[in-house]
């Protein structure tokens, strides 16, 4: 035993060079993290402007960093009013609470984050102590390094590089005049960024076309695992956390395949618009296809009759996508999502009562007629029209209201932008493949 033992001391001292436990006796470990911020900037080929001061946290601590969060994201009120909305939409169940998800799903999740607001880097203790197995403990012991905290470490320094050079905004929007598709695209290819950079940092090599597509393959468990880990957090919830890691990756992947780190920063510099060009690369990266711009009208009357806006947003694929599968099945979703082209929609309080009053563009005739064709099972007590590659849908209150007037006041005021697309970069074929590379070669908290 002795002399077996010896092979194993020789390759701990010849591979002991890594940085050490990112926490050491409850407080950051200084050395540590300056070795992976060295290391991590190497990686991504990106410098560090300035200092990213660290904490550490405990989960009072982090309770309290997650409800501040919410607070600053969300007016008095908002999520209140965005859960009945959900509800009518039944991506809510009656009398559901958002922020409780909201609060319940992140505090299961975040082990370390950079906070925008105050440049800083929070790492919570008890979700960095060591626990992966003796092979994991053996591991680190032999190198010297904690895989599991410099991975976590090193994402979340990747979100300090993205916002000392592109910014990452802070500011919440209004909730009667919101843009979460467009926000949302933009954290999911914040996500992609920092995990592939954080996996680049840890292996120690630029990351190959195949270990980028591994990488990703990975990663479409997580709608899954946040599934079975939280069955009482609403799909509309755990679908976005998915979609910015997985569909993230995926899409900052396809930048990083084909055109190395330099192609990634053209992306975080020129931001995808939508999800669906982040569920659909080659619609961003190929022949960009641009959402419709819709300028919703008609509901004037209504106002004047005491009813109050009290929400508009651009809901997405990837929303449409999570609607129809409150009663499609998951491929039929999709194919009723894709095609989508642009949407608005706007809710209107009295009271208890809301009106939701929603208009979607598509690709064509045949996809609009493909949503409004399953719309009926997915909102069976609203209104569907359509005309051409529009479709209006309309929900109210049960009696008291004409949806068919209505109908008629906003087809006639509503405004929107033609369907456009646009080179950008290397032309490719719009399907959903990844690039062959030319050659060699992602609201809630960051």
């Known amino acids: 035993m002795r002399y077996a033992a010896a092979p194993l001391l020789l390759l701990a001292l010849a591979t002991a060079c890594g940085p050490g436990h990112v926490l050491r006796r409850g407080q950051v470990n200084a050395d540590a993290l300056a070795r992976i911020r060295t290391g991590l900037a190497a990686a991504r080929g990106l410098a560090f402007r300035r200092p990213v001061p660290a904490r550490v946290l405990d989960q009072a601590g982090l309770a309290s960093v997650l409800a501040r969060e919410i607070e600053l994201s969300y007016g008095p009120g908002d999520l209140e009013r965005l859960s009945a909305i959900y509800a009518r939409l039944r991506l809510l169940p009656p009398g559901g609470d958002l922020r409780a998800a909201l609060l319940r799903l992140y505090a299961g999740q975040v082990a370390a984050l950079y906070d925008p607001r105050t440049k800083t880097l929070a790492l919570v203790a008890s979700a960095l102590v060591p626990d992966g197995g003796v092979g994991l403990r053996l591991y680190e012991f032999l190198t010297g390094r904690d895989l599991v905290g410099e991975l976590l470490v090193a994402h979340e320094l990747t979100h300090a590089l993205e916002d000392q050079h592109w910014g990452i905004p802070t500011e919440s929007e209004p909730l009667a005049d919101s843009h979460g598709d467009r926000l949302l695209a933009r954290r999911a290819l914040l996500e992609g960024d920092a995990t592939l950079a954080s996996f680049a940092y840890v292996t120690k ?58 192609a990634v920063d053209r992306a975080e510099a020129d931001p995808p618009e939508s999800t669906e060009q ?34 508009e947003d651009t809901l997405g694929e990837l929303d449409v996508r999570t609607l129809a599968l409150t009663r499609l099945s998951g491929a039929d979703a999709a194919r009723v999502a894709d095609g989508w082209g642009g949407d608005r929609l706007r809710a209107l309080a009295r009271g208890d009562d809301l009106v939701i009053v929603w208009m979607t563009a598509w690709d064509s005739p045949a996809d609009a007629a493909e949503f409004a064709d399953a719309m009926p099972r997915v909102l069976p007590d609203a209104r569907i029209e359509r005309r051409t590659d529009r479709v209006l849908v309309l929900v109210g209150p049960a009696g008291g209201l004409d949806l068919a007037a209505l109908a008629r006041r906003v087809w006639r005021a509503t405004q929107s932008s033609p369907r456009t697309s646009a080179a950008c970069g290397a032309t490719r074929s719009p399907d959903d493949r990844l690039p062959t590379p030319p050659g060699p070669p992602i609201r809630g908290p960051a």
């Open 278 to 311: 982040v569920l659909h690369p080659a619609r961003y990266f190929g022949l960009r296809d641009h959402p419709v711009a819709i300028a919703l009208g008609g509901t004037e009357r209504l106002e004047a009759q005491g009813w109050t806006r009290v929400y």
């Open 205 to 262: 090599s630029p990351l190959d076309a195949g270990t980028i597509a591994r990488i990703a393959d990975e990663l479409k468990g997580v709608h899954a695992e946040l599934a079975a880990r939280y069955p009482d957090v609403p799909e509309v919830v755990r679908a976005a956390l998915a979609f910015e890691y997985d569909q993230g990756t995926s899409f900052a992947g396809w930048a990083l395949a084909a055109g190395g780190w330099p």
